[in-house]
């Protein structure tokens, strides 16, 4: 069995993914009406952040950020 400090280094208090989950590979998602968000780390030092729309089969934006900081705000700033 797991202990405490083994399971917050994947969650945060607020249940996001830490950067050692992001960085372990683990995604950030939500969706709705066939709208998918995410939010990753890929490689280097840039957190990715995307919303694709799965109806139209089109993306809706893709932007990078150096900081997880930015990259958090622009996903929770993502309305449906």
């Not at 830490?18 to 950030?28: D, K």
Request: glycine share 8%.
């Amino acid at each position: 069995m797991k202990n405490q400090s083994e399971k917050n280094k994947f969650k945060t208090k607020s249940g996001r993914l830490t950067p050692y989950a992001l960085a372990c590979g683990y995604i950030e998602e939500k969706e709705n009406q066939g709208v998918r968000l995410k939010l990753w780390h890929e490689g280097g030092p840039y957190y990715q952040v995307s919303a694709f729309d799965h109806a139209k089969g089109k993306r809706i934006f893709w932007d990078s950020f150096e900081r997880l900081t930015d990259a958090r705000r622009r996903f929770s700033s993502f309305s449906f």
